[in-house]
């Protein structure tokens, strides 16, 4: 069966550190990957897709920066975090018609 | 931007009322579908409701699509305290076959 990971499920940083979250995907191959971000209270806001290794769309200009090293796994990024990039993060890959989900990562930044 | 806006933003009902909530787009699409998200947890797909549908059923779960309109609705029946959660309509039509999510509406059933 198809299952998603997502990790850390939950990160403090500093202003101006660096990020690294990681998305992998097991038992199925070449998934459409996506990146979401949400504010507290808040919709969903799509930040990168993917549809293969090494293929990055960007859907918003931002201090984040998304990667596709492996078939399954994804990784979103930061050089110099912003207090403004606190929120709950999402990983989503799509078998065909609907999403499935990872847990999220809670990111707060101080 | 978002395509899909939720109405109401929050409701509070009783265990065992009809909680309905309220979707509307602004481009054509090819399916909408809602989501659940538990407090703290990611968005579990509920239930896809395609264009040329009017209504559809999932077990306590009625869904309407008007595409005339452009708004879908959501009815859970015999609401339960487990059914508190944000609910999100999605859909495709805005960016092609990506989805895109409303803001959500936050039901919460006191027992």
Request: charged fraction near 15%; aromatic fraction near 10%; hydrophobic fraction near 35%.
């Amino acid at each position: 069966s198809q299952t998603i990971h997502q990790w850390p499920a939950t990160l403090v940083q500093p202003v101006g550190s660096p990020l690294s979250l990681e998305c992998t995907v097991e038992g199925t191959s070449n998934p459409n990957l996506y990146w979401y971000r949400q504010a507290a209270g808040r919709g969903l806001q799509l930040l990168f897709y993917s549809v293969g290794i090494g293929q990055i769309s960007s859907e918003v200009p931002q201090n984040l920066s998304a990667s596709r090293p492996q078939d399954r796994q994804f990784i979103l990024s930061s050089k110099k975090l912003l207090l403004s990039d606190s929120g709950f993060y999402l990983c989503a890959w799509t078998p065909g018609l609907f999403y499935t989900f990872g847990s999220g990562t809670r990111l707060t930044v101080v | 931007s978002q395509q899909g806006e939720e109405d109401p933003q929050a409701l509070s009902i009783q265990e065992g009322e009809n909680a309905t909530m309220n979707c509307s787009y602004k481009t054509s699409i090819n399916n909408l579908q809602w989501y659940r998200q538990n407090s703290g947890r990611g968005l579990v797909h509920l239930i896809l409701i395609r264009s040329n549908e009017r209504e559809k059923h999932s077990g306590r779960l009625r869904v309407t699509l008007d595409t005339s309109k452009k708004s879908s609705s959501l009815l859970i029946t015999a609401s339960r305290a487990a059914d508190t959660a944000s609910y999100f309509c999605a859909t495709d039509g805005y960016a092609g076959n990506m989805l895109t999510f409303g803001g959500g509406t936050r039901l919460m059933v006191k027992p």
